[in-house]
């Protein structure tokens, strides 16, 4: 395609502002937008041949894989199944030799003339535990509905009394704040015989020190001597 066969659409202004605007592109072309093709280095040819190959290493690759987990997945079975069988086989083992020995020890004992005593001692025991069990359910028993009887009876014997307490905690309260106040007027009491036991203290001071001016007073002056 050359430039010359390029159409361009003629531009629409309405004004020479807009005309003149830099904003706006002077020519848009009709054609499609295409992107340049770089030069080409490989072989077509040689590409695909190339991809072929990846592909055939691939699933050369994939099918070793693949081999490789069936071979660790049957190794895998055949220990599992291995260690099962040996397990079965120790446990059996177990069983057989612990049956012969409780055979064995059965046979042993089989005559011993203390089995009978010893089963017969132990379901005694047996019926003794059982009855003293029950015995203790029903004392525990008895000890609840007695507990609930006692508690119930106290409840009962509280909210019919509660009237008598509330009076009995007034008349105490009443008497609290009556000792309060005779202490309050006993503590009044001292204060004013303080006060009076002071006031008759500074009386006396004062009488005893007119008393002593007043004698002073009383007594002429001493003359002095004189030595010519």
Known sequence: MSISNIAYRPMEVSSV?????PSRPLVKSQQPTTRPAGPKFVDPEEAE????????????????????????????????AQYEFDREKKIAEQTIYRKEKQGEWKSRFATSPFLVD???DNERIEEEMSVRQHEERRRQKQQELKKKKVKNEIIVKALSEAPVLEQARATKRLMYEEEKRQKALRDLQKVDQLWERKQRDMEEMASERRQRIELAALVPPRVKKSGY
Do not use: G, P
Not at 53 to 80: G, H, M, V
């Open 49 to 80: 041949k190339r991809k072929q190959l990846r592909a055939a290493k691939k699933a050369a690759t994939n099918d070793a894989t693949s081999k490789i987990y069936s071979q660790r997945l049957n190794e895998r079975k055949f220990l599992k």
């Open 118 to 120: 010893l089963v017969a």
């Open 17 to 21: 502002a807009e005309m003149l605007d």
